[in-house]
């Protein structure tokens, strides 16, 4: 029976690839990240869509063609989030990038972009004339921004959410702080003035001190995800699993209960928003 939208699990941060894309090669190079894997998680973990992040990174430059193949075989479990201009393409902040999303948007049946930074840059493209052309064709298009960055670059991402407080803006991997990075935590609760600005908590692994083998990252959770969820609210964040990448570290289950289990200090009602009544209703207002 399906469940109503308030229990609904909707991932926010997931994969899937025709090519295992990471090192070491592994043996089931054509199978490991296909989104069949992907689905049968969901399956027997009682999740309900994938918000599925598009990235065009090796063995795959077409990701963004099959995520939309798999959509049209799988109706109603994954909402496409395209790769447009990602650090990885020669595109990448060069001229044209708004006429490029455009194209994307009427390509491919896409509920949002993804657009992952270098951790180098400056952020400057963000609210440069290039940058903001880009992101009001988004707001324009009703597109749902999902944005890999540092915490460095959020004051340029600052500039991006007031001058277009409608367009949803999620960061990916709860901002990539670090536990011990006081002054970096501090950029990333800042970005929680700006209404349209959520943070994804999933990528426990990518913050911890404690190794990325040591579920549940203790660290990551007192340190990281408790500042989150007091600056921020139960209304802008949202679960992700990070699959198949979580597999390096942990099983999908795991990924739900890093939050679902061990972040006593959120209340059952919060949870069930972040583990998806939030995105839902993001979703619901396309």
Sequence with gaps: MPRDNNSMIIDSHCHAWERWPYEPPAPDFHSRGRFEQLLHEMEINGVDQAFLVCAGIEHNPHNNDYIAQMARLYSGRIRQVADVDCSWSDTYHTPGAAERLRRAAERWSMVAFTHYMKAEDSGSWLHSEEGLAFFETAMDLNLIASVACSPHHHAALHKVAERFPQLPILIHHLGHPGVGNADKLQQV????????????????????????????????????????????????????????????FMTYRQAIECFRSHCEFISEGDQALILGGNLHRLLASD
């Design 189 to 248: 609760l800042a970005s929680a003035r700006y209404q349209n600005i959520g943070v994804k908590v999933s990528g426990f692994y990518y913050s911890t001190r404690q190794g990325f083998w040591d579920f549940p990252y203790t660290d990551s959770i007192r340190e990281i995800v408790l500042p989150l969820y007091e600056t921020f609210g139960p209304h802008r964040l949202y679960w992700g699993s990070d699959y198949p990448v979580c597999r390096r």
